[in-house]
Antibody, heavy 125, light 109 residues
């Protein structure tokens, strides 16, 4: 069975740092792009970052330059280094797997199919 | 970047059909997915690439797309369908490939 388990959340002061981890199991990790998605209290879902299968990293404008995604395929893990944290970074952070499908014309499309339970980050003085 | 617009709430009686919309310009060129999120739980994929369902998702959940609007349709609504529903778009031509809609709260009366 496919599982994603996040850890590393906690309470941190503004300007501080945290490192989130996500351990994957039940699938060939190196074959998949991985994402971080967050949800602030009472708010909707917000895409944060993607580590694509071809090694390209993407970031939302709200986190670019402060959050860094990385992965270790040998440890089937993806990480989110969070620096210069702000109050508005307070959220549940979900680790999410990308999957893909081909249409009838051979074009490839991606979708997020497996989510972890999330880890909570609180930024407050 | 672009914005996906969802109506904040939909109310539906058990056994009836719930319709949840998601709008943006040129949505016809993008791949649209839908997630269900119940309180205190992680989101669950219910429809991907317009109208495909993951294993385990009932046939009552379906999707469509027309013009600038994508739609999630839930037929024969049950009490257990009460949740927040989010649309999402993947755009491989963009360096911000993922965008979520603001979410729609579905209330079963």
């Amino acid at each position: 069975e496919v599982h994603l388990v996040e850890s590393g959340g906690g309470l941190v002061k503004p300007g501080g740092s945290l490192r989130l981890s996500c351990v994957a199991s039940g699938f060939t990790f190196r074959s998949y792009s991985m994402n971080w998605v967050r949800q602030a209290p009472g708010k909707g879902l917000e895409w944060v970052s993607t580590f694509s299968g071809n090694g390209i990293m993407y970031y939302a404008d709200s986190v670019k330059g402060r959050l860094t995604i990385s992965r270790d395929d040998a440890k089937t893990s993806v990480y989110l280094q969070m620096d210069s944290l702000r109050v508005e970074d307070t959220a549940i952070y979900y680790c999410v797997r990308d999957n893909s499908v081909y249409d009838s014309e051979g074009r490839r499309y991606y979708y997020m199919d497996v989510w972890g339970k999330g880890t909570t980050v609180a930024v407050s003085s | 970047s672009y914005v996906l617009t969802q109506s904040p709430s939909v109310s539906v009686a058990p056994g009836q059909t719930a319709t949840i919309t998601c709008g943006t310009n040129n949505i016809g060129t993008k791949s649209v997915h839908w997630f269900q999120q119940k309180p205190g739980q992680a989101p669950v994929l219910v429809v991907y690439h317009e109208n495909d369902r993951p294993s385990g998702i009932p046939e009552r959940f379906s999707g469509s797309k027309s013009g600038n609007t994508a739609t999630l349709i839930i037929t024969r609504v049950e009490a257990g369908d009460e949740a927040d529903y989010y649309c999402q778009v993947w755009d491989g031509t963009n360096d911000h490939p993922w965008v979520f809609g603001g979410g729609t709260k579905v209330t079963v009366l």
